[in-house]
């Protein structure tokens, strides 16, 4: 990493070189950060921070006396911010030709900074469409992942029927073999220098990946391989129930083509919650699957809701949950995600609760549901790390 402090304008400005990405601040309360193609991906403002996705979306999220806040910037708002980011590129590019011996790289620095300057309102919307294009929706990611390279080998979800989730509207389809190559080709051609920040880890889409069978996935992660070249790590969702029909000479088939870890959304390990809300999983499919990819040395991540079920499923899906938890054997490597449940409009969560009388939990009877299973759970760095996985905080 280069790093480079100076005054310019009246302002201190610091700029920090690596080879995928470059940071610029100013005055300690503007700091923007783009990656090696000049795309701007973040923004800090006096307490507020901004994300910026290759598809247009920018998130505002902020926190005050009242608690954290988010909201999606509207588009004159998300001009306006990759206008001024594009303009604090252009001075910090005059500050390292002004001071090029103090840089490793100056020519690197100015390159970066020369897109980043020319990466604006007008450029950033027809990149943006552009993303939009060559992808069909991303519906979300595994937090982890928001920086990664995602390359669709399907759309859809191959089941699609949880009542909480309205994510993957469009048919489930696998791309052939050619659709996946040229998709893949021209997402690495549309990126150029932009893959370097996202090529230490390929997540393989749409929602239920691994659920290909293995003679149309293997050819999938081997042109992954071919495209991209090592040091490669692909993870991917499943679910429980077709996780389970894979074995584990299946699982470590794909880790020798670069599989490092699954995701797999166990949501609750209570058996009639699941059917509540139509998951199409058992509690012990779920078990089996993460246990059978575990031998074949591949790492999880096991997302679970909290509130989900509300009142009435509430202590049944602690117990059942935790039980879960401890059969699956996770440990070191291996992660547990907590995301609380969102009731999402348009989805059939909201009005099947109420037709059943089910009251939501507040938000300290989540924060409790969450804290008595992780509780339960082996402590790091023997058993998995925990973390919050807050849907909508999603940008790709």
């Not at 996705?53 to 608690?67: I, M, P, S």
């Not at 440990?331 to 009251?359: C, H, N």
Request: include cysteine.
């Amino acid at each position: 990493m280069s790093l480079l402090r100076g005054e310019l304008d009246g302002h201190r400005l610091t700029v920090s070189v690596r080879p995928e990405s470059l940071t610029v601040g100013v005055d300690a309360r503007f700091v923007v950060a783009c990656d090696a193609g000049g795309r701007l991906y973040s923004v800090y403002r006096d307490g507020h921070t901004y994300r910026r996705g290759l598809t247009g979306r920018v998130l505002h999220k902020w926190q005050d006396a009242h608690g954290r806040h988010r909201e999606e910037v509207g588009a004159a708002d998300a001009d306006r911010l990759v206008d001024d980011a594009a303009a604090c590129f252009g001075r910090a590019a005059r500050l390292v030709g002004e001071s090029a011996p103090a840089l490793d790289d100056p020519g690197g620095a100015l390159d970066i900074l020369d897109r980043g300057t020319r990466f604006d309102a007008a450029h950033a919307r027809l990149d943006a469409a552009r993303a939009r294009s060559l992808y069909q929706p991303i519906g979300i990611l595994p937090p982890d992942h928001y920086l990664s390279l995602v390359l669709q080998a399907t759309q859809g979800c191959s089941f699609n029927s949880c009542t909480f989730c309205r994510l993957y509207e469009e048919p489930y389809r696998v791309k052939s073999p050619e659709e996946f190559a040229t998709h893949v080709e021209d997402v690495l051609a549309w990126l150029g220098p932009s893959a370097a920040l996202r090529r230490r880890a390929v997540f393989l889409g749409a929602a239920n990946a691994l659920a290909v069978p293995m003679a149309r996935l293997l050819p999938i992660l081997e042109a992954v391989e071919r495209a991209v070249g090592p040091p490669l790590g692909v993870a991917a969702f499943v679910d429980g129930f077709t996780g389970a029909k894979k074995t584990q000479a299946d699982y470590r088939a794909l880790a020798a083509h670069g599989l490092r870890r699954v995701y797999i959304g166990l949501e609750s390990g209570h058996d009639p919650l699941l059917a509540f809300v139509r998951k199409p999983a058992t509690r012990d499919e779920a078990v089996e699957a993460v246990r059978t990819i575990k031998a074949a040395g591949v790492s999880v991540a096991v997302i679970v809701m909290v509130g989900l079920g509300g009142d009435r499923f509430a202590s049944a899906h602690v117990r059942d949950t935790s039980a879960a938890l401890a059969a699956m054997r996770l440990g070191r490597g291996d992660l547990v995600y907590f995301s609380d449940l969102v009731e999402t409009a348009g989805t059939a969560y909201p009005r099947q609760a109420s037709e059943a009388g089910i009251g939501a939990l507040s938000a300290e009877e989540r924060r409790e549901q969450r804290d008595i299973i992780q509780a339960a759970l082996d402590p790091a760095p023997i058993g998995p790390r925990t973390a919050r996985y807050d849907v909508r905080e999603f940008v790709w």
